[in-house]
């Protein structure tokens, strides 16, 4: 596995986030956390790690959505393949304004889109028809900085997905928001019995880096 780092953005996209009122806002989001994602980010870049984004970008008749279930509610849970599928408010819709990144998009080396098959949901970038894969491939990235929305679901799939394919992941807690905090605990006990890396801040990344590198 190559040994060079990588910086991966989950879903920072106005839908997820308070302070874009989005349809999904992901609590604590607003615009001081948007700010030291982006701060974080500019960070990292300009220490010579590429940077890549992850981007929820369903068709409007999503699988996931409650709108695409008679007599469905947000939140309530359908059978879909004989898998358990949570209902949720239509987000992240292609196209429209809330499904934007909203931090500056020059940051990025390249955004992954994923979820766009009406009946598939696919919380893990990894999952996008192997377009993340082959990204960090070409660049020979095989260590993985990931923070973004939400810890407790597209934060925990990508870096369980990764994790299993070998990568070395790093998640920073700071720089993530959970759905709840209930799943959030659950999401990183799993993601360290499965080898990931969960640190606090920045700044204790930044020594993981360090360290390896040394």
Known sequence: MPVKWGVIVIDLQGDFTEWKRGSLAVPG???DY??????????LKESGIPVLGTQDWHP????SFATSHAGKGP????SVDGKLQVLWPPHCVQGTENAR???DNNL??????KAQD???ESYSAFQAGG??????????????????????YCVRATSLDLAAAGYLVVVIEDLCRSVSRDTAAAAVDEMRREGVRVVDTLEEAIEEIHRDRS
């Open 29 to 31: 989001s607003d615009e």
């Open 34 to 43: 948007v700010r030291d994602v982006e701060n974080a980010t500019r960070r």
């Open 60 to 63: 409007p008749d999503h699988v």
């Open 75 to 78: 939140f309530d849970t359908v």
């Open 101 to 103: 990144i909203v931090m």
């Open 108 to 113: 990025f080396l390249a955004v992954v889109k």
């Open 118 to 120: 009406p009946m598939t």
């Open 131 to 152: 377009e993340l894969e082959r990204i960090l491939r070409v660049n020979g990235i095989g260590r993985v900085i990931v923070y973004g929305l939400a810890t407790d």
